[in-house]
């Protein structure tokens, strides 16, 4: 008996949403940040494979498949690379010490 490719590969990716939370929410506080920079690595790393594969096309078509996948990765990394920066400078805010108003 055989299982179906496509319900074998979307209980992985079932499974992986789980795994993926779980591991999420059980992170402490002072790891979030140096997860958060590698995170931010990663995205920049798939900017530069999207710049290549929106480049890839030929000239005569701007709007081929893989300019406008290109595109949308760029797009998303962007986002989730400015986001990731938000998240680490206010999480090392918190562990700043705060001044006490000397009168």
Known sequence: MEIDPLIFRLSIF??????GYYVVWSVTPSLHTPLMSVTNAISSVIIVGAIIAGLSGNSDTIFSTS???GFL?????????FGGFLVTQRMLAMYK???KDKK
């Open 67 to 69: 300019t406008i996948f």
């Open 14 to 19: 079932i499974l992986s949403i789980f795994v």
């Open 97 to 99: 010490k705060k001044k």
């Open 73 to 81: 990765a760029i797009a998303l990394a962007a986002i989730n690379i």
